[in-house]
């Protein structure tokens, strides 16, 4: 009967790659059995033109014809011995695990800060003392309790702020005596970054979150 010869996915070879499909698999494998080496090249390359045709866009650029091959040695398990514009690849290339990536945190202690935020304070720290530095100071001072509220939704006092921008600025930067507030919690939980005049201070005291001043 027909149904004899009906053949299941669940009785067929496993796709290595199943994108590509059966036909092209077989092809792969007929061409690891052919021993005649210059037939293989030839039949390797026709494969290959093959793959490329389903992705046109990309076929002519190098490193996708790179990656082609790759994919044709690894559909062949690494069977297929045919000449190749590109280094051969091995199993025990594949297999490779890659290196461990430094993560560039400049101080890995508050790290809810940030990197930016270290680079902000490593610029502030060189610039010559004035208003804009202290301009600065206070922005990314607000900035860096924004960061910790992100982090900790509870609250976070001022002078916690200001005692890890004078360790992350190795003790350049020092607001541990000023009398400004930063922006208030709330305000920063709901995204609200407008400074508002606090009834906290008085006597004429400069206020950072009420003075429109230029951002940096």
């Not at 960061?147 to 916690?160: F, G, I, P, R």
């Not at 930067?173 to 009398?179: E, P």
């Not at 208030?184 to 400074?195: D, P, Q, T, Y």
Request: some cysteine.
């Amino acid at each position: 009967m027909i149904i004899d010869n009906l053949e299941y996915n669940t009785e067929r070879e496993k796709l290595i790659i199943p994108e590509y499909g059966r036909h092209l698999q077989k092809m792969i494998n007929h061409t690891v059995a052919i021993e005649d080496k210059e037939e293989r090249n030839k039949v390797a390359k026709s494969i290959i033109a093959v793959m490329g045709n389903l992705q046109p866009h990309l076929r002519d650029v190098p490193e996708f014809q790179h990656k082609l091959w790759d994919q044709l040695f690894i559909m062949s398990d690494f069977k297929l011995d045919v000449d190749t514009p590109f280094p051969v690849l091995t199993k025990e290339k594949l297999q490779e695990r890659p290196e461990p990536l430094d993560y560039p945190q400049n101080f890995p202690k508050y790290r809810f800060y940030g990197n930016n935020i270290k680079r902000m304070i490593d610029v502030a720290n060189s610039w010559e003392e004035g208003e804009l530095k202290t301009a600065l100071t206070f922005t990314i001072a607000n900035h860096m309790k924004k960061c910790y509220l992100n982090w900790n939704k509870d609250t976070v006092e001022d002078m916690a702020i200001f005692n890890h921008l004078y360790e992350l600025s190795d003790g350049k930067i020092n607001l541990k005596g000023s009398t400004e507030d930063l922006i208030e919690a709330s305000n920063l939980l709901r995204g609200n970054n407008k400074k508002k005049h606090s009834s906290n201070n008085s006597g004429g005291k400069k206020n950072y979150r009420s003075r429109g001043k230029k951002r940096y």
